[in-house]
């Protein structure tokens, strides 16, 4: 994929914040400091593009960055992070829901996961909750170079298992190493096609 443009458009909260040119969106979210930001910039061949936040769980917005000026990324707002009071994780909750309640542009949520723990309950409810709102879900399973490629599948298995996937697609990739990136560029091209956006790789 060649990258000829990458900006950061906006940092919100509201929707009416929200870019509204009408072009495809696939959003990323996982537990904070999964590597959400990092997996951006992997992908973009930039090293910080997207913002790794130095405090976990502080971040309470939804970066969209424009692509080429033909579709987005969407970075969401880390979860899990214990020292989180409930009422900013009411708050986290009110901004993924306003977001993913009936986004037309979003085609498809990237959800990350570390492949050398088991995902957490809270991985489960937000696979659900993606479920719920009616999106489809590739699983990412980042740090991938922590682990020898043939302990790959028993790793899998256990994600499966614990986020009760149906058919949907685990990827293993490594931001140091730069594992898995291009079979991540052809899944999102791949989903951009199915959903009749017209993506230029060269």
């Not at 037309?104 to 993606?130: A, G, S």
């Not at 170079?145 to 058919?167: C, E, P, T, V």
Request: net charge positive; glycine share 6%; aromatic share 10%.
């Amino acid at each position: 994929m060649k990258i000829k443009s990458t900006e950061m458009v906006v940092s919100a909260v509201n929707k009416d914040q929200y870019p509204n040119e009408g072009l495809p969106e696939i959003a990323l979210v996982g537990r904070s400091n999964v590597g959400k930001s990092s997996t951006i910039n992997s992908l973009l061949n930039r090293k910080s593009f997207a913002r790794v936040s130095q405090t976990p769980g502080k971040t309470r917005t939804i970066n969209f960055y424009r692509i080429n000026k033909e579709f987005y990324f969407v970075d969401l707002p880390g979860y899990g992070y214990a020292k989180v009071s409930k009422t900013e994780q009411a708050q986290w909750g009110k901004i993924m829901e306003r977001y993913l309640k009936d986004r037309k542009e979003l085609c498809n949520i990237f959800l990350l996961v570390d492949i050398r723990h088991e995902p957490t309950e809270q991985d489960k409810q937000m696979y659900e909750w993606i479920k719920y709102f009616g999106y489809e879900c590739t699983v990412i399973a980042t740090k991938s170079d922590k682990i020898s490629k043939g302990n790959y599948q028993k790793h899998f298995s256990i994600i499966r298992k614990k986020l009760g996937l149906s058919d949907e697609k685990i990827i293993p990739i490594s931001s140091l190493k730069k594992t898995g990136i291009e079979e991540l560029w052809e899944e999102i091209i791949d989903i951009y096609t199915k959903n009749g956006y017209v993506v230029t790789t060269e």
